[in-house]
């Protein structure tokens, strides 16, 4: 298996202008850019909360008006009133849920010293999962790309591609297929950032739910479901 997982990971690595295309901008493995261009950490909180159900195309336009507001920091957000916030970010899907569930989070960060001092707590997952709106997807593309910390998020993406391509599957057990792909990759945060960012790419553009277009994968030459032996 360790030497699937190096040909997954050089594919991967050879996909840096396709993932750019789609918005992941591959970069130094501390940057926040990789997550759609966020211009800090800050930024990829927020919009980690607002992409729930909602395009990238319309988060965008409502992070260049928070940026132009000032409301792109944390600390900014937690003194902000809900009802003003849900007004900016007009356009986003339960755009009065989601202001009230930021200004939450932007409080209970900045109660505990900001994103740095959260970094360092060693219970930070379970704190972010314990903020209303941060499931466990969340909690770990927070951690990943704006904390640093390599944790490897688990979309719908993960479990079609990576059910394919390596022949597992783990239904809805988060927990299950995080393990797995935790113990199969390297810990290095330069891996785990590429592979959820080309995971994602693939289960969007090419490994489609009924249909996966694998004449034209990248991971066509890897994949046992291409190649007939399972599924
Ligand atoms: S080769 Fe086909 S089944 Fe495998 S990951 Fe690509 S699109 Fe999905």
Redesign the pocket.
Known sequence: MSDVVGRLIEIFREMRRELEETGWLVDDPESSKWWGGAESPDEVVITAILVQQTRWEVVNEVLNRLRALGLNKIESLANVRPEDLAEVVKGVNYRFTKALRLTRLAKAITEIGGLNALKLRSDVRDLLLRQDGVGEETADSIMLFALNIPSIPISQYTR??IG??LGVDFGGNYRAWKDYLERLLPRDLYVYKLFHAAVVT?GKK???KDE???GE????GV????QGLK?
Not at 217 to 220: A, E, I, T, W
Request: proline share 10%; aromatic share 10%.
């Open positions: 079609r591609v394919r391509a693939i090419y490994c489609l996966p277009r694998c994968c990248p991971l066509r994949c046992r479901h291409a599924y």
